[in-house]
């Protein structure tokens, strides 16, 4: 196993570096860099200005400006400070030097900083991530104590009312999305129009360094409240549907008719001999659902909800072109989403001991 351990660390590297150069390619391609966005705020500002003295002056600015065109072209970027600007941010040397110095600082997890928050990448993640974490790491945590034991229960009672009508609830909150949900949520219990039981931003209250440890603790519980349970919607209906079929395909199987021919219980049948060869499958959708709820499935969430966190950090730097926030954002959750996949597959072997990636690679 450390073998295959191992590889897989090792084939970590060139996965990271197709996935870097593919993006790095696509943001190259697409109009609009941080050198053109600042041109055109300074080009926007001194315009602006310039409208100003037109309106207070009568018209006289304008009539010896001569044209509109005229006026715009007059009131240019000077080359040089553009130059100077390129050089600043790096833009003065060819794509492929900049690709593979950007691979050179990130294997040392240097970011760098970022074009518009005069901040570190490093640092701007850190102060983002306990809104991320804890929409993520508490979503996670109820839908997996949910969504299991239903979906265990559905498939022993399959085709029951209880079957049918708790497959009806889930197939209805699947359909509806998260951000819609969290809309709906505020409408009737923060403030919208009915109740108003919970806050509406944030992930504590005012003065919440001055209350005592225990207040702290529900506070932070309150404000979560509507937040996770629209981010839990949809990964709960999924979770739930799967593995109910995963179980109802295993309970199908040869090997449990003849435990039943053997006299064993039910439950040991279920526990015993189920539960592992069906978990597999379930435990294979660990990695993507943290990473989506982690990074990118809580974007709207946060919006709604006011909350700071990093799929609205990656959101916002897709817009402005923050380079080193999109590609340092990047490198770290691919980094995070292989690193998960390979503890997927750790858990495999924990759950089921006769899987042996390594044998089978060779």
């Known amino acids: 196993m450390g073998v295959y351990v191992l590889r897989r660390l090792l084939l970590m590297i060139p996965t990271l570096v197709g996935i870097m150069l593919l993006n790095f390619v696509i943001v190259q391609a697409a109009p609009g860099g941080p050198i053109e966005q600042l041109v055109a705020e300074m080009e926007g500002i001194h315009g602006g200005a310039l409208d100003r003295a037109t309106a207070q002056g009568g018209g006289e600015v304008s ?10 072209g007059s009131r240019g970027i000077p080359p040089e400070l553009i130059q100077e600007m390129e050089k600043l941010y790096g833009f003065d040397k060819p794509p492929h030097e900049r690709f593979l110095k950007m691979l050179g600082d990130y294997a040392t997890f240097d970011f760098g900083d970022s074009f518009y928050r005069d901040r570190s990448v490093v640092q701007l993640i850190i102060d983002k991530l306990p809104v991320s974490i804890s929409l993520g790491l508490w979503s996670t945590l109820i839908i997996y ?26 197939i209805v909150g699947y359909a509806i999305p998260g951000f819609l949900f969290a809309i709906l949520l505020i409408v009737l219990f923060a403030g919208g129009t009915y109740f108003d039981w919970f806050p509406l931003r944030g992930l504590t209250s005012q003065g919440f360094d001055s209350m005592p440890w225990h207040e702290q603790v529900l506070d932070y519980l309150w404000h979560l409240v509507l937040p996770v349970t629209a981010n839990v919607i949809a990964g709960f209906a999924t979770l739930t549907l799967l593995t109910k079929n995963s179980f109802l395909d295993e309970i199908g199987k040869q090997y449990v008719a003849t435990a039943r021919a053997k006299g064993l219980s039910e439950r040991r049948i279920l526990y015993g001999h189920v539960f592992r060869n069906a978990m597999l499958i379930v435990i ?14 809580s974007l709207l969430i946060e919006v709604i909800f006011s909350l700071d966190g990093l799929g609205l950090l990656g959101f916002e730097a897709a817009l402005n072109r923050d380079y080193p926030v999109i590609f ?35």
Request: aromatic share 10%; charged share 20%; no cysteine.
């Open 63 to 72: 009539g010896s400006a001569g044209s509109s065109g005229e006026s715009r």
């Open 145 to 170: 104590l949910i969504s299991i034991p239903l979906g265990i229960r559905k498939a022993v009672t399959d085709g029951s009312r209880f079957d049918v009508w708790t497959s009806s609830v889930i």
């Open 284 to 297: 294979a959708s660990l990695p993507g659902l943290l990473i989506q709820l982690f990074f990118t499935g």
């Open 328 to 362: 340092g954002t990047l490198y770290i959750f691919t980094l995070m989403g292989l690193i998960l996949k390979l503890i997927s597959d750790l858990t495999y072997v924990a759950v089921d001991p006769r899987i042996d990636f390594e044998s089978r690679e060779g």
